[in-house]
């Protein structure tokens, strides 16, 4: 399990990096080969992950990133959250199955709590909150992630 909590890791500040670069390189006049590849295949990547909508988006050097701001705060908030619960040492609470996987539960719901209130703010004035709030919203819910993902061990969540 050790291995497959490393490729998480590098998976996600991997992903994390590469939605700034294809930014960066879709913004580049003259590509060459690869970078247009790269760029193309992080774009699409994204496409299959978000709705890309170009105002929901944060843009640098010109160019939409290829997902939106709130995936961006996810993807960031997983990357940030892999690399510290990697460096941390386990409690026991971690691995003690029953309190664990409560731990997990409610830290997930009070994780998702700011992307619902964004939602409900949306839905209920017909206005976007900024990308910036949309990006800081979906950090929790990354972060969270990636630390049950990272810190509990599998007996916690079987049974």
Excluded: D, K
Excluded at 9 to 24: D, E, F, K, M, R
Excluded at 60 to 85: D, E, F, Q
Excluded at 145 to 159: F, K, Q, S
Aim: charged share 10%.
């Amino acid at each position: 399990m050790p291995l497959l909590r490393r490729a998480f890791v590098g998976a996600s500040v991997t992903w994390a990096l590469a939605l700034p670069l294809a930014s960066l390189a879709s913004s580049a006049r003259h590509p060459s080969a690869g970078v247009y590849l790269f760029s193309f295949v992080v774009y699409l990547t994204g496409s299959l992950l978000c709705h890309q909508l170009p105002e929901r988006s944060f843009h640098l050097w010109g160019s939409p990133m290829p997902v939106c701001a709130r995936c961006v705060g996810i993807y960031a908030g997983a990357a940030i959250s892999a690399l510290i619960a990697v460096g941390a040492r386990r409690s026991r609470a971690e691995s003690a199955s029953g309190g664990a996987l409560q731990t997990a539960r409610l830290a997930l719901f009070v994780a998702v709590l700011p992307t619902a209130a964004t939602l409900v703010y949306e839905w209920s004035t017909g206005r976007t909150p900024e990308n910036w709030i949309r990006a800081a919203a979906g950090v929790p819910i990354g972060g969270v992630v990636a630390w049950i993902v990272c810190r509990l061990r599998p007996e916690a969540v079987e049974g």
